[in-house]
């Protein structure tokens, strides 16, 4: 996979013609607040570029693997992990709330207040997909405002029943999923995979299996890169 720097050239080209779906892999956790933002921003971009069809999946990634099911204070976690000051995270969350808003997201103040573990969030994540991609993105967008606008646990079981039926999916299949442990394998094996292609932080978006969109971007940064995707599969199939 490729970084993609778009080129001003090749941003500007006109786009005509029917192009083939994009294949967009969005490899995130629940647990990242700057997943939420990479994913408004990729949607706002997707908007402003009617021309581009895009098939996104939703690719598991978890921060904290080894996270307990209790959790974790996330202010403990943070100064842990990142040896980071209260005056950061200060500084780091309200710009995360500007980034937010920028593209219609909610981070409420205090509202995560522990970190949780995301493996079974990630395996419902899976279940939805094969339901659909709009079940998996709705479940996705879901999860990430219950935890990160709602403060809610979204590796508790109640929680993700609860989500499930609010965006209209099977909630009996769900907890039957959920009590099964069944995707463990699957979700195991992608998370393996995403590692292996060197994706070591989220989000991270691969475009077409070959182009690499690093970090919660804003959506001017996706929508130069998309555009000059569509311009280069527009020479390719002229």
Not at 70 to 80: A, P, S, V, Y
Not at 134 to 148: F, G, I, N, S, V
Not at 180 to 193: I, L, Q, T, Y
Request: net charge negative; with cysteine.
């Amino acid at each position: 996979m490729n970084d993609t720097t778009p080129a001003s050239s090749a941003a500007s080209a006109p786009t005509t013609g029917k192009l083939e779906p994009l294949r967009i892999d969005f490899v995130s956790d629940v647990a990242c607040p700057w997943c939420a933002v990479g994913l408004k921003s990729l949607e706002t971009a997707l908007a402003r570029v009617p021309e581009v069809q895009a098939e996104l999946h939703f690719q598991p990634f978890e921060l904290n693997p080894q996270m307990a099911p209790e959790g974790e204070d996330i202010d403990e976690h943070l100064t842990r992990k990142y040896r980071s000051t209260p005056e950061q995270r200060t500084q780091i969350r309200g710009h995360l709330r500007e980034r937010g808003a920028a593209v219609g997201f909610t981070f409420t103040e205090g509202a995560r207040s522990r970190i949780w573990n995301t493996f079974d969030a990630h395996r419902l994540l899976h279940w939805a997909g094969l339901q659909s991609a709009k079940a998996q993105h709705d479940l996705k967008l879901a999860l990430l405002t219950a935890y990160h606008t709602n403060g809610k646990n979204p590796g508790d079981r109640e929680v993700l029943l609860e989500t499930v039926g609010a965006i209209g999916l099977d909630k009996a299949e769900a907890a039957r999923v959920f009590d099964s442990g069944e995707f463990a394998e699957d979700v195991r094996e992608a998370e393996s995979f995403w590692l292996g292609q060197g994706i070591s932080s989220v989000p991270s978006v691969v475009i077409n299996e070959r182009y690499l969109i690093s970090g919660g971007q804003p959506p001017e940064a996706f929508e130069q890169a998309l555009r000059q995707i569509a311009a280069e599969q527009q020479q390719a199939q002229s």
